[in-house]
């Protein structure tokens, strides 16, 4: 699934994905450096990505409705969030 990492958003949202093993490809298109995790499972997450480049993540999830985010200081208050929708 690939995700891009724009200034304050991640797109597509929401991001919907079928239970099992699940494999982000999250690109950081933005202008600094973001972070993504997926709230409530802290195996589910990879560091800084810096602008320009990619990171791969893969985690294994039930079915159910998750946060999608990035932790840095003021990202996440900025807007940098959004839903996943695991079915």
Known sequence: MQVIARD????PSPLVARAGL?????????????????EGKPEAQVDA??????KTL????AAGQYTLFCN????REAGMHGPLNVR
Not at 8 to 11: I, L, P, R, S
Request: proline share 6%; no cysteine; hydrophobic share 40%.
């Open 8 to 11: 304050w958003a991640f797109d």
């Open 22 to 38: 699940i494999t982000f490809r999250i690109k950081n298109e933005g202008s600094v450096e973001h972070n993504f995790l997926v």
């Open 49 to 54: 990505i810096e602008p320009g480049k990619s």
């Open 58 to 61: 893969t985690a294994e999830l």
């Open 72 to 75: 840095l200081p003021g990202h």
